[in-house]
């Protein structure tokens, strides 16, 4: 590690760091001789200070990982630090530690129905046809027992063999790996793409994934026609060690050519498993599907059928999702009573409101059998490769941003509910309120720093087929999904997206390009909003009160569960508490760092 990379990372630790903390004095001092000492030396008693504190350790790790650079900026000093330097903290005094890259051996064409042989395992460096990033294990001594299980769009086994594997990491084989043969399906199309998806886990704790994408071609003549399809981009896999897992994980992967149909496959640390993924079919394409839904219970509001409608609607969800998912999710919600399974679904379909699936055997009679009522639910994307998977577990908030203001420009309604519900915030936690302009929103973004929770209260408009989505800023301008991508958040990020349809999707070359998925492209460690419009003081009463139990330390998934589950035979409130979505790990906490732990306050 370069000692002023060391030094950055504790620079911003010491600004993190509350100010009767211990660390926080022992760092102060040793940065005191930073201009005469030599650099190696202060570097090294960094590093031994930090390893006398290891409630910091892990946050240290994270701040030596390198950072992109904001657009028309130097890349900061920080940025240069090997890959692999964070793991060396730790991996240097601990054999113990798993880590690897995901392995996808497999050649970049084949001719439909010939068999040939794929490798799937794990590997010490980056392999450059294969999206992934770096994976750790548990903190089990070795050996450790890896399941990686592939799911191949357009393939079917040649043998005997399993779609899902165990691999057995040791001392002396730190890289195992495993071969399949299979062949393509036959498909009337002269070339087409196949993708393969493993998913590598630990316990029933999802690790990591890794992609790979591969063309078919009809006949040999072909071969050579088509180009290696390999995906050369690579996504950041990285699950921190010692994290509590979710009790049951939905991977969910469209299948390729097929609008409307996806593979469903589970991971748990608590029951067994199937180890081939499970097919739904919604029937027609998920986008429109999803859009079908907003609007169907948008125009219900205040009318006497609205709870009839959601269930009935629910119902139909359910039909269409995989028969076994609920029986899997009855397994783990009786091995967990009596407290509430957490339940992380991971997709690269994220159109579709699977909070509103009516689960068939509810675990809680008392509460509403909706999914998202029934279980602590986190949702997240993975069909952009900038996009770590699993998501982060912790947001170590140091403040508090409100992007708000008046509405006064014709066609835009004055949100007075919205008004008080950023003062108020102002008020409770000493947030930073920055005017809804969009100069001023891109000044922000642009120049930040953004670190902690950044929260949206104002309109937001979504025309299925638009080009004006997004955030209504109050001059009349809209912040747009493809606006928010040009820029990067530098730290640990919370966005709360309190706008009417903020979390409704559209699609844009194919892929998911709402706000939610926006904010996660720039790094945001997780997002909620509200899929349909609300009326702001139901917007109001909704944020307010998940801060309130949030900075008071309780998980935002269980939050979002508990207000969904007080709706329970109430229309208007169901409207409002079903609306939420919560893109993030279920188990994920907010903590309160530096001086926004002094700000004591009630915002209810």
């Known amino acids: 590690m370069e000692p002023e990379n060391v030094l950055a990372a504790a620079d911003a630790l010491l600004t993190e760091l509350g100010e009767t903390a211990d660390l926080r004095t022992d760092l102060a001092l040793i940065l005191l001789d930073r201009g005469e000492a030599d650099q190696e030396a202060l570097a090294d008693n960094i590093l031994n200070a930090v390893l006398a504190h290891p409630e910091a ?50 050649p970049g064409e084949v001719v439909e129905g010939w068999a040939f042989y794929i490798t799937v395992g794990l590997s010490p460096e980056i392999v450059a046809s294969v999206s992934g ?83 078919v071609v009809k006949d040999a003549a072909m071969l050579g026609q088509s180009g290696d399809s390999a995906d050369q981009a690579s996504r950041a896999l990285l699950l921190p060690r010692g994290d509590e897992p979710a009790d049951l994980t939905v991977t969910i992967v469209p299948i390729a050519d097929r609008p409307g149909r996806f593979l469903f496959s589970y991971q748990s640390p608590h029951v067994r498993v199937p180890g081939l993924p499970e097919e739904c079919d919604v029937g027609q394409n998920a986008a429109q599907y999803a859009s079908a839904v907003i609007q169907r219970v ?131 936690y000493g947030a930073t309120e920055l005017q809804a302009r969009l100069a001023d929103v891109i000044s922000y973004l642009e120049h930040g720093p953004i670190a902690g929770i950044v929260h949206f209260a104002g309109h937001g408009q979504h025309d299925e087929g638009g080009w004006n989505n997004g955030l209504v800023m109050t001059d009349g301008h809209t912040l747009d999904p493809t606006t928010v991508k040009a820029y990067d958040f530098p730290g640990e990020t919370f966005v709360f997206l309190n706008a009417c349809k903020a979390a409704a999707v559209q699609g844009v070359f194919g892929g998911y390009a709402g706000l939610v998925q926006a904010f996660l492209y720039v790094g945001a460690s997780a997002v909620v909003s509200p899929l349909w419009a609300l009326n702001d003081c139901d917007a109001r009463c909704v944020a307010l009160s998940f801060y309130q139990r949030v900075l008071a330390g309780e998980k935002p998934a269980e939050v979002m569960r508990s207000l969904r589950a007080a709706a329970s035979g109430n229309a208007e409130l169901a409207f409002s508490a079903m609306a939420y979505q919560f893109f993030g790990h279920p188990h994920m906490q907010v903590e309160r760092v530096g001086q926004f732990c002094g700000t004591e306050g009630d915002a209810a």
């Open 133 to 215: 990033g770096p994976m750790r294990g548990t903190d089990s001594p070795l050996p450790v027992t890896v399941t990686v299980q592939t799911i191949a769009d357009g393939f079917t086994l040649d043998d005997d063999g399993s779609w899902s594997t165990e691999l057995r990491v040791t001392e002396t084989d730190r890289y195992p790996s495993h071969a399949l043969k299979i062949r393509a399906v036959a498909d009337e199309r002269r070339v087409r793409p196949g993708w393969l998806h493993v998913v590598y886990s630990v316990g029933g704790e999802v690790v990591g994934m890794g992609f790979r994408s591969i063309a």
């Open 298 to 428: 948008a125009v219900r509001e205040k009318r006497p059928d609205l709870l009839a409608f959601m269930t009935g609607l629910g119902r139909e969800i359910t039909d269409v999702m995989p028969t076994n998912l609920w029986t899997i999710l009855s397994s783990v919600a009786k091995a967990v009573a009596p407290r509430v399974p957490a339940v992380l679904i991971q997709s690269a379909e994220a159109y579709m409101p699977w909070e509103l699936a009516v689960v068939p055997e509810p675990t809680s009679a008392d509460d509403p059998a909706f999914l998202g009522s029934q279980v602590s639910l986190g949702r997240w994307v993975l069909s952009d490769r900038r996009i770590t998977v699993p998501p982060p577990m912790v947001v170590r908030a140091a403040s508090m941003t409100v992007i708000s203001g008046v509405y006064e420009t014709e066609g835009w309604q004055r949100l007075f509910d919205a008004e008080m519900e950023a003062a108020t915030l102002v008020d409770s």
């Open 57 to 106: 350790l892990a946050r240290f790790e994270e701040l030596l990982q390198p950072h992109p650079s904001r657009p028309g900026k130097p890349l900061p000093a920080e940025a240069t630090a090997p890959a692999s330097s964070a793991l060396a903290l730790r991996a240097s005094g601990d054999s113990s530690e798993c880590c690897g890259y995901p392995r996808i051996d497999a």
